[in-house]
């Protein structure tokens, strides 16, 4: 079997400027923050980034790395706007293609499933279509019914933060929402995964829960440790979101809201020097989970 164990830094190493890059989890929640954090560490840019954005999004169009946006929404959740994003956009920094969360879902299972487009009817009645230069498609059957056809969203990778992992890509997720982690995971050529917990194989460790297994190893490129690699988000059920660290960094923005002055903030020189910066391991574990 192939031992798919990688640095966080050789992660990044794969990625190259001008790529199509799918990061999962759902705004504030499990996102792949440590992996985001080694792209802004790193020489990277003129990406495409796909995402339910949160603080992932907001850092890395601060940091000049977005060429393109493709979102349903960028949002920090009790912070509803991510003020990042919102200044680059505001400034004309990044070109957008916005999108309802149902067309971005379907995007993704077009590119999963190896389909050029999905029909739907999500959006219709909205300048979304126009707007994102979609096409329209009408049912062969005798309905007749005119739809917008969603184009596939390819990834030539995706980033995901998970509860566990063996070394073979072998994943478990927890929480109430996977969101829609396994459909960036299929629709990208590859996926590179960061986890709470690495095991050498996670049958022998919990055959219990194989339930949790929700996308398989063959969409799995390579695999990092990094506890607490979701902070400042939350990674259900382990840890909450650190709602003090969110408007610490939305304070950050406000005029001049220079990133060059506070990156090192919110980034650090490494990733055991940033987790030390926001209290270590213990401080992180006891953040609470919020409640909806």
Known sequence: MLDKRMTPAEIVAQLKDGMTLGIG???????????????????????????????????????????????????????????????????????????????????????????????????????????????????????????????ALKLDAALLHVNRSDWRGNVQLFGPDAYYDEWFAKAAVKTYLSCEELVDRMEDHYPDTAQANVFERCFVSGVTHIPCGAHPGSMPPAYGWDMKAFKAYTDAAKDPGDWNAVKDRFVGADEAAYLESVGGKEAVAALPLPVF
């Open 25 to 151: 989890g759902w705004g504030p929640r499990r996102k792949p923050m440590a992996l985001v954090r080694e792209i802004l560490r790193s020489d990277l840019k003129d990406l495409t980034v796909v995402a339910y954005g949160g603080a992932d999004v907001g850092m890395l169009c601060a940091a000049g790395k977005v060429k393109k946006l493709v979102f349903a929404f960028v949002s920090l959740d009790a912070i509803p706007l991510e003020p990042w994003f919102r200044k680059s956009r505001e400034a004309g920094q990044i070109e957008v293609m916005e999108l309802d969360e149902g067309m971005f879902q379907w995007g993704l299972k077009a590119a999963a499933f190896g389909l050029p487009f999905l029909p739907t009817r999500v959006g219709l009645g909205t300048d979304l279509a126009d707007l994102g230069g979609l096409k329209h498609v009408q049912s062969p059957y005798d309905d007749g019914e005119v739809l917008i056809a969603m184009p």
